[in-house]
Nanobody
Framework: QLQLVESGGGFVQPGGSLRLSCAAS????????IGWFRQAPGKEREGVSC????????NYADSVLGRFTISIDYAENIAYLQMNTLKPEDTAVYYC?????????????????WGKGTLVTVSS
């Protein structure tokens, strides 16, 4: 059974950092494309970042480019989202999702498995 579990969310002041983790079980991230998505209160879900499990291409939403970094620890089978210089508008529930295969972009409707999310709150 494929399972994704996010962790690392919390409360942080503007300008702070958090690292989100997405632990995978039942499958190997190397063969999947991993995406991070977020949904703020009252807003639609949006894609944040995407990485091919093979260690290929990564991409980022314009709103997080230069501040967030996506990565995979193959030994631990965990995907990460390092978030720096956080802003109040980054406040959202963050989800990781996986899709079998190698893709250059992540579309929410194409993802096969989803975690339950972790809440990030950025506020002074």
């Amino acid at each position: 059974q494929l399972q994704l579990v996010e962790s690392g969310g919390g409360f942080v002041q503007p300008g702070g950092s958090l690292r989100l983790s997405c632990a995978a079980s039942g499958f190997t991230l190397q063969y999947y494309t991993i995406g991070w998505f977020r949904q703020a209160p009252g807003k639609e879900r949006e894609g944040v970042s995407c990485i091919a499990g093979s260690g290929g291409s990564t991409n980022y939403a314009d709103s997080v480019l230069g501040r967030f970094t996506i990565s995979i620890d193959y030994a631990e089978n965990i995907a990460y989202l390092q978030m720096n210089t956080l802003k109040p508008e980054d406040t959202a529930v963050y989800y990781c999702a996986a899709r079998f295969g190698t893709f250059s972009v992540c579309h929410a409707n194409d993802m096969d498995s989803w975690g339950k999310g972790t809440l990030v709150t950025v506020s002074s």
